[in-house]
């Protein structure tokens, strides 16, 4: 398989579709073998590399989607913007630690994707036949909160590990995989 951006994406798009909220386990270890081993030119082919630290976050990003916690950890401890912070702390709340997550999400501050990560949420709830009540609360305030409460969001999922089956979970796996979207697609956007 070749390791690069676009093929990565499309393994993990049609293999690991709607990552758990806590994986037990990588997904695909030789794909996190790949990703690790590769450089930013290699995973970003036909592209020039402008800035290393958004390289480093896509390799975090792409790590974190195949549930490899530890790698995607190396890289994204070193990573000293908001956008790491951001993958930091969205490895610690899938680990669980979800006081960490905390942490590492007050260090990202108002992040850029927040809009469109809340936009994308309440599309993903409206989509919902038949929510629980559970479930209909969370979106009722997504909806009169104007702006993205990540420490809502982490708050949600511990909740949710105690019914890993349940409506709530699931929807917040599918906004889960959309964070994960829109934050690779930032990394790549500022890294060329």
Same mark, same amino acid.
């Given at each position: 398989m070749e390791i690069t951006y676009t093929a990565v994406?499309?393994?993990?798009?049609?293999?690991n579709p709607l990552p758990p909220l806590v994986p037990e386990d990588v997904?695909?270890? !030789?794909?996190?073998?790949?990703?690790?081993?590769?450089?930013p030119e290699e995973l970003l082919k036909g592209q020039t590399v402008k800035d290393e630290t958004y390289a480093g976050a896509i390799k975090s990003g792409l %790590? %974190?989607?195949?549930?490899?916690?530890n790698d995607s950890h190396d890289i994204s401890q070193g990573l000293s913007n908001h956008t790491g912070s951001y993958w930091h702390g969205i490895m610690h709340r899938r680990e669980p630690d979800?006081?960490?997550?905390?942490?590492?999400?007050?260090?990202?501050?108002?992040?850029?994707?927040?809009p469109e990560l809340r936009d994308c949420t309440l599309s993903i709830f409206k989509e919902t036949a038949d929510p629980s009540a559970a479930l209909s609360d969370i979106g009722d305030k997504i909806e009169s909160n104007e702006h993205w409460d990540p420490y *809502?969001?982490?708050?949600?999922?511990?909740?949710?590990?105690q019914d890993l089956?349940?409506?709530?979970?699931?929807?917040? *796996? *599918?906004? *889960?995989?959309? !964070?994960?979207? %829109?934050?690779?697609a930032y990394s790549y956007r500022n890294a060329i």
């Open positions: 994406m499309e393994t993990l798009e049609s293999g997904w695909n270890s !030789e794909l996190s073998k790949g990703i690790v081993s590769a450089s %790590l %974190l989607w195949n549930d490899d916690l979800y006081s960490n997550a905390k942490y590492w999400f007050g260090r990202v501050g108002t992040h850029p994707i927040y *809502q969001f982490i708050d949600w999922c511990a909740a949710a590990e089956s349940s409506d709530v979970a699931q929807f917040l *796996q *599918q906004v *889960q995989v959309e !964070e994960i979207k %829109l934050l690779l």
